[in-house]
């Protein structure tokens, strides 16, 4: 199935945009659907977004809805989640995730069996 790897993260100030990216080998293939989680330290994780590969349909979490967004190539195995009009309050660890998962669903950890080891994003004031 392979290991899913993200990269892009980094160090924004406050208004600035990334774009991480998540390599998931066995998409497809292997899995229904992948979600970006984050974890800031103190917290819990929380889903933000998650997509399907079948279809493209995306779900986003109200808390960063209008701001993120979840993408994805299918040729390439690879899905993004776009980071725009950051804030400080987005600072965590943000981990792709792959696995089975329907509807809405998709933005709860359940159902999710193979993870990354997560890009760090850190934003500045």
């Known amino acids: 199935q392979g290991q899913l790897v993200e990269s892009g993260g980094g160090s924004v100030q406050a208004g600035g945009s990334l774009r991480p990216s998540c390599a998931a080998p066995g998409y497809t293939a292997n899995y229904n659907s992948v979600g970006w989680f984050r974890q800031a330290p103190g917290k819990e994780r929380e889903g933000v977004a998650c997509?399907?590969?079948?279809?493209?349909?995306?779900y986003v979490a109200d808390s960063v809805k209008g701001r993120f967004a979840i993408f994805q190539d299918n040729a390439k195995k690879l899905v993004y989640l776009q980071l725009n009009s950051l804030k400080p309050e987005d600072t965590a660890m943000y981990y792709c995730?792959?696995?089975?998962?329907?509807?809405?669903?998709?933005?709860?950890?359940?159902?999710?069996?193979?993870w990354g080891q997560g890009t760090q994003v850190t934003v500045s004031s």
């Open positions: 995730a792959a696995g089975f998962s329907w509807g809405a669903q998709c933005l709860g950890q359940n159902g999710y069996d193979s």
């Open positions: 997509i399907y590969a079948h279809n493209g349909r995306t």
